[in-house]
């Protein structure tokens, strides 16, 4: 028990265990994070300083374009005041309450490769704002994290609402090693907010996976072309000014729009168009990056323990 705790003046009946709880569940879900995370190979944090960029597109279409070439994926919306990725996946379930209370919570399962953690998903009324101030939020991050079966992950994707508040501070503070997958636009009032992003990843040690340009023309539903309507070259533009890598840029097409709104992912699908063939590159690039770790492989034993038998060890002999 600490020093402050040591007498009746310091410290009133019942505060001291009840500080000491608080400290013990922190200390368990510190934990339980530290499982958790422990089974998952990458964490990307998809961020951007700008509003209105497509971060939640470029994240749902980063997470099921992954799914897709068989890696086990996992979607995290930790925009608690605007959580889009369930609706942008038409996904209709609820949360299940585990078994018993030490059981994790199951995510849900938008098909073999791909687990989604939404708070919308959570509530009753999915139109209800969520009026929450920092520590609550901090505190629904960490527990997606602790609380959740994840299970073995080859890529965690984190949507992320704008700016460098509660949120991406939460998510820095919360999951070491997570990188940081920045979006922008190519015009200069984005570019200007992005660099306060990227300014917030060096200032809280976060490295940057590379830099997309999304909404980079746009993609005529007649005729296939590509008009420049936002400019051209900003987001690679920015990441030669930081010496980041350019993931590349993804132009804009009516499809996105309606795919997003009728819950059927269009990026990433088979369909053929500069916008899908672009993104395609983008999920290569972040692969090529950030590739799954494979295990490291179990030492080879005989039953009977090492080949040399009881004596030193002969590199010419030895199996284990």
């Not at 961020?47 to 992954?66: E, P, R």
């Not at 925009?79 to 849900?108: E, F, N, Y």
Request: with cysteine.
């Amino acid at each position: 028990m600490s020093s402050s705790c040591g007498s009746k003046s310091s410290c009133s009946s019942g505060s001291c265990s009840s500080q000491e709880s608080q400290q013990a569940a922190i200390a368990q879900q510190d934990n339980a994070i530290t499982r958790s995370l422990g089974k998952i190979k990458n964490k990307i944090l998809v961020m951007s300083g700008k509003g209105g960029v497509g971060k939640s597109t470029v994240s749902v279409n980063l997470a099921l374009g992954l799914a897709n070439r068989g890696h086990k994926v996992g979607l995290m919306d930790v925009d608690i005041h605007g959580p889009d990725v369930v609706r942008m996946l038409d996904m209709k379930g609820s949360l299940v309450a585990p078994a018993t209370p030490d059981a994790l919570v199951a995510p849900l399962q938008y098909n073999d490769n791909l687990k989604v953690v939404s708070l919308e998903y959570m509530m009753k009324d999915r139109d209800e704002a969520i009026i929450w101030r920092g520590p609550l939020k901090i505190q629904a991050i960490r527990q997606f994290v602790a609380d959740f079966d994840w299970g073995e992950l080859d890529y965690l994707i984190i949507d992320a609402p704008p700016g460098t508040g509660d949120e991406p501070l939460s998510v820095a503070q919360t999951i070491p090693r997570v990188q940081a997958l920045v979006v922008t636009t190519p015009q200069k009032v984005a570019l200007a907010d992005v660099r306060k992003s990227i300014n917030f990843c060096k200032t809280v040690k976060v490295e940057i996976v590379g830099v997309v340009e999304n909404m980079s023309g746009f993609v005529c539903p007649h005729c296939s072309q590509t008009v420049d309507i936002f400019k051209t070259g900003g987001g690679e533009e920015i990441a030669r000014e930081f010496d980041l890598p350019f993931l590349g840029r993804v132009p804009m097409d009516p499809r996105v729009v309606m795919a997003g709104d009728d819950g059927t992912p269009y990026l990433c699908s088979d369909a053929k168009s500069p916008a899908t063939e672009a993104f395609a590159a983008v999920v290569s690039a972040v692969e090529n990056r950030l590739p799954p770790v494979a295990a490291p492989a179990p030492l080879k034993m005989s039953d009977s323990g090492c080949g040399c038998g009881g004596g030193p060890c002969n590199p010419t002999t030895c199996d284990c």
